[in-house]
């Protein structure tokens, strides 16, 4: 079976000069510590933690999503997601990676569309409203905890969408995903008989693609997810060794380390050569930030550390970023996104324009010229001694999809070892949280709403 890559020869020193390239002794240099961490992380699976690694076996959870979601082609032709984050980029890295760009405008197919509401932007939510029929409408209602202020908005508002027009036959348009013991949305699942999926307890959200989270509804629309837990599952596998040098997670988070530590580089960009992984590069941002920016470490001791992720479609983004990337500040690495074979084969026409500027074009396909903007971009990186590295994608597939899903989770909890954080916790995520719920009024949150709404009247002299 065809497997994901890691080619990391323009990280190196002597690649790109001292500078900005690690050397062998850097490596060497976190040998035992790398060692050391695979061990950890064998032992802490036999202890039965780091749920996330068991998602891709749990072929119990598959086989109800698929059943379900047989039901779900049959009976419905849309499925609507609400949730936010983790609840929502999984699915939507899956559903931009194996379905074509134009699926949802297909006249005629067999299984349902698919929209995620990601956001509460009430245009956003309106637009779809207005243009989907409750009565052929499933609604996927994503919340680990279940009381996500911005996922109950939006259930709450499209309950009453859907009772308008169904009246109490309104449950069989709702399926929750969220905690299997606890929660607002685990009550009412329970009190009104709505089918429901749980996100396992132990796993967050970031970590949740491979669970019904990310499963369930890129299964209504026909998402082989067998093959992407298959393809998790053998790259597990291949990052089981203690060996850097044979182990593609352990490697690429020790770059990540060694580049920020030694080398001051502190933002990362995910150059996808292709649209259909673009969503990944999405998913790969959460991933990061939410695992990696930490301002303790696991002692207690302020460190104020994190990798900022930045995300980069080419060649779009050669005309828009690549200008910064090559001469301004030396302070990121570069993770390209290649594709072997993109499946398609499209040829540009010869005799159409015989402008003898152009003509040379003529015979090559489509994915030769991205590729030569890729090997281009890479060479002018490398040139100007910026570091990068390539993950090769033979085909786009459910398979590889699900091997870049495992091995890039792997990758950020080894990171969160060398960098002595814990990569599974976002304790900068709750005041926010709090925040808001204050704001909104909700209970047992006075105080809270005191204190901000004074520190606002504080700031409203200093605004223009």
Request: a negative charge.
């Amino acid at each position: 079976m065809e497997t994901i890559s890691l080619d990391y020869n323009f990280m190196l020193a002597e690649a790109i000069g001292e500078d900005h390239g690690l050397k062998e002794s850097d490596i060497d240099s976190v040998r035992k510590k790398a060692t050391k961490f695979i061990k950890e992380i064998s032992k802490q699976r036999k202890a039965g933690e780091l749920d996330y690694l068991k998602l891709p076996y749990d072929r119990q959870t598959q086989e109800k999503i698929l059943n379900v979601a047989e039901d779900i082609r049959r009976n419905y032709r849309n499925v609507v997601v609400l949730g936010i984050g983790g609840s929502a980029l999984g699915a939507s890295a899956l559903f931009q990676a194996l379905k074509p760009w134009v699926y949802n405008v297909y006249p005629l197919k067999s299984y349902p569309r698919l929209f995620v509401l990601d956001n509460i932007d009430p245009k956003y939510i309106a637009d779809v409203a207005e243009i989907l029929d409750p009565r052929e409408t499933i609604l996927c209602v994503v919340s680990k905890s279940g009381s996500t202020t911005e996922t109950v908005a939006q259930y709450i508002f499209f309950k009453k969408w859907v009772m308008d027009i169904c009246g109490s036959d309104y449950k069989r348009h709702f399926i929750f995903i969220t905690d299997p013991e606890k929660g607002p949305l685990r009550e009412i699942a329970e009190r009104d008989g709505i089918i429901s999926f749980p996100v396992p307890p132990k796993v967050g959200g970031r970590y949740s693609v491979l669970s019904s989270v990310g499963l369930f509804p890129t299964a209504c629309v026909g998402v082989d997810i067998y093959a992407v837990c298959e393809g998790a599952a053998h790259m597990d596998d291949i990052c089981r060794t203690d060996v850097i040098d044979e182990n593609p997670a352990l490697m690429y988070a020790a770059l990540n380390f060694l580049m920020y530590s030694k080398k001051k580089k502190d933002i990362s960009v995910i150059f996808s050569y292709s649209n259909k992984l673009y969503g990944l590069a999405d998913w790969y941002r959460q991933l990061l930030a939410e695992s990696l920016g930490k301002k303790y470490d696991e002692d207690g001791k302020e460190v104020v550390v994190g990798i900022t992720p930045v995300k980069a479609l080419g060649v779009t983004d050669q005309h828009s970023q690549v200008q910064l990337y090559v001469e301004g500040p030396n302070d990121k690495t570069f993770t390209f996104l290649k594709v072997e074979d993109y499946d398609v084969t499209l040829y540009i026409p010869k005799d159409v324009e015989d402008h003898k500027d152009l003509k040379f074009l003529e015979n090559h396909t489509f994915s030769e010229i991205i590729e030569a903007e890729r090997v281009g971009t890479e060479y002018a990186l490398k040139k100007a001694q910026r570091p990068s590295c390539t993950i090769s994608f033979p085909k786009i597939t459910p398979y590889t999809v699900g091997q870049f899903f495992l091995l890039m989770e792997l990758s950020v909890n080894l990171m969160g070892k060398f960098f002595k954080v814990n990569p599974f916790d976002q304790p900068g995520v709750e005041e926010g949280k709090q925040a808001a719920f204050a704001l909104l009024g909700r209970p047992g949150y006075e105080k809270k709403r005191e204190e901000i709404v004074g520190d606002i009247e504080k700031d409203l002299s200093f605004r223009i």
